[in-house]
């Protein structure tokens, strides 16, 4: 009864143990089937996962039963994934009939005041794929003043189920509307262009007048770039915001496609200092669309960004996306690195019919196109009569689209990389190969940079992964492993000096410029006596300017930390993901807006986050011994980095950065 109740339990992890353990258990399948009736909503979840897995088509009465009575989304979500997934096709487990009725019963109020500016008359047309009919308009609009009612940007089941139901091209058409309607309507100017500037002439003009009373409190006062300033403000200023009307997002969560992800991305990094709820949303809209460049932003946003709310909604979404898969974060990371389309090859066929192009991918990582007689040209020309026009338009779409992702991938994945060589991140040799060496873009990004096997702890062999699909060694020998080893980036830390000087020679010989510095930095030995200690001095009241310290540790990756009282912030942090850590560079501080003042570093210390009793999160500073000897090293490294910007110790150091 025990091992039951484990194999239809809510740990995941004993989960399959158990249902291992009850493999040859006599008519297994009537007790699973009997647990789709169970009270308990996790019980029917595992029945169906289970019989999924079994295939036991037997289930499907039950299952169908099941899915008529069950209140819960996440079940119901579940029954009609298995039932999909043991031959029964979607269109019969959802009544199209009844969503017809359905929909003229909800729209019979009209459509909310909230949504009075929703270009309805605009909807792109959307057909079904299985009969080619036209999708009553009465239908997406319910969709959407069904999500306005739930009040949630994230998609709910069978809102996902019956838009997959749409034409593919004609639903990203859709999703794309929805989306950009939703943000302009948000971002929405309060003042016309001719209004900003009267304001802001106005604002300068009062300025100046107070400069000219009080001047001690407005040094070198420019009255033209005071306009500016207060014009740029206003121009940009919101007319109000679209939180409460969030829920149509579901609708474009539905149906978006991985171009969703630059529109998303572009408006957090604008917008996150003032808009954090509607940040949020669209975050919440990005982890439901499956795709790599959807997944991989929001795991940009959870791994460094510098407004806490959303950095932990972004973490949040990334754990709940991870277990939706049954991965973990680092696997979801690996699995889900866009490709842009080219092959393990790296190279994107351009199709015009008649007429080959193709790109391919320089050791540069610049995008190279070339015409059918292998001649490089500038860009995809126009099509010509004999071309296939919708053919040519796809092209240059894939073109683009691919230009606009490798920019994101490569500066994405240089930093989890270096982030993997911090932590020390192991990764079963069988998965390195396959989503990270044979990766079109990662796989080129792995052949700069030095490599260490492990076999239970204990390095045997470190390589260099080649263009030819092989690894060597620092004597040009082919290096074969098993693929019951774990693979670590190398550093100074964990490669003997002899090891690590061969390496240097040849990455300089073969004249390969290495992803960053593995081997050859200074060096950081944790003494004894810091070991329980939770901070490192070194470089206290080292002196720089404000400037040079936000321009090398942002280069460095670091965020600026939250702003306290009166505005000043005082630290630049830097996260850690799969660690649950950050590294804190703390300084004597700088108030908002920056100024270039002179500033002196303190310490350098790492903090976890915390949950207390449900409330909110604080951090615990660690005990230095506790850390990975690399990670250590690369953060005292950046703080060192970042003392010589200035020069060097001032024992006046506090009184030269007095506020």
Known sequence: QLLWEIALGAAKTERPLAQECLERFPNKEEKIIAALSSRQQEVRLAAAQWLTALDHKGAIPAMRQALAKEKSEGVKDELIKALEVLGVKLEELLDLDK?????????????????????????????????????????????????????????????????????????????????EAWIAQDTKPKFSADEAAAQAQKDAQQMAAMAKQYPQYYPNFDEQRAYQTSFNRL?????????????????????????????????VKQWYGYRGAQCKALLQVLAWIDHPSATQVVLSVANRFRTKGIQEEALRQCQLLAERKGWTLDELADRTIPSAGFDEAGNLDLDYG??????????????????????????????????????????????????????????????RLYEGLC??????????????RQHPIVGRYCQRLIWVAYDNDKAIASFRPLADGTLTNTEDDEVKLSHDLTVRLGHDETVEQDDRSAWLQHLSDYKIEPLFQQFGKQTFTLPDDLKEATEIKDFLGHILKAFSLRNRLTRLGYTRGAAQDAGWFYDYRKTFLSLGLEAVIEFTGNGLPEENRTVALRRLFFARKMESGGGPSFSEELALGELPRVLLSECWNDMRMAAAEGPGFAADWEKQTEM
């Open 354 to 415: 008649p007429r080959q192009f193709s790109a391919t991918l320089s050791e540069t990582m610049a995008i190279v196109v070339t015409n059918q007689d292998g001649k490089t040209i500038a860009s995809l020309p126009d099509p010509n009569q004999s071309d296939d026009a919708e053919k040519a338009k796809q092209a240059k779409a894939a073109l683009a689209t691919a230009r606009k992702e490798m920019k994101s991938v490569l500066t994405m994945q240089r930093d």
């Open 235 to 267: 121009v940009t200023q919101p007319e109000g915001s679209q939180t409460a009307t969030k829920g149509i997002l579901a609708l474009a969560g539905a149906c978006c496609s991985g171009e969703a992800a630059a529109i998303v991305h572009r408006y």
């Open 99 to 179: 969503l017809d009725q359905e929909a003229e019963r909800g729209l019979k109020k009209g459509i909310p005041k909230d949504l009075e500016w929703f270009p309805f008359a605009q909807l792109p047309a959307v057909t079904w794929e299985d009969s080619g009919k036209p999708v009553p308009k009465e239908i997406l609009h319910w969709f959407l003043v069904q999500g306005h009612k739930l009040n949630s940007a994230e998609a709910n089941p069978t809102l996902r189920r019956y838009c997959s139901l749409f034409r593919k091209d004609e639903r990203e058409k859709l999703g794309r509307f929805v989306l």
């Open 423 to 436: 932590t020390q991140r192991s990764w079963r040799f069988e998965d390195w190969d396959t989503y990270l």
